[in-house]
């Protein structure tokens, strides 16, 4: 073995070292508790939000893409001479939806 001579390390140093290393554990922790309280919970509040107007823009996309497929049906294909119909079965489709939605509302709590 080698003595701590030989290698240049004395007793000082091992207990410099220590100290370093007990700082450098310190500022782990702290740097692990800060990611852990405050940083991740601002990182998954941000990801919920992006992901949900993703979802949003792809669910409105979708909307309009269906009644824009359903007016050109009826159009083409079951109210051909007759385009006021179209209209009149779409926009009473879409109402009967909206009646449904504003009966299921919930009042506000004061």
């Known amino acids: 073995m080698v003595s701590d001579r030989v290698r240049g390390v004395s007793n000082a140093d091992e207990s410099n070292r220590d100290v370093i290393d007990q700082g450098f554990e310190v500022l782990d922790g702290a740097v692990d508790w800060f990611h852990d309280k405050v940083l991740r919970p601002i990182a998954l509040i941000g990801r919920t939000v992006a992901y949900g107007l993703v979802f949003l823009t792809l669910a409105v996309a979708v909307t ?13 294909y079951l ?21 449904w939605v504003w009966r299921r509302r919930r009042p506000t709590l004061r």
């Not at 001479?81 to 009646?99: E, N």
């Open 79 to 99: 109210f051909a001479a007759h385009p006021w119909i179209t209209d009149f079965v779409i926009g009473a489709i879409l109402w009967v939806i909206g009646l």
């Open 64 to 76: 309009v893409l269906i009644v824009i497929l359903l007016v050109r049906i009826c159009d083409a």
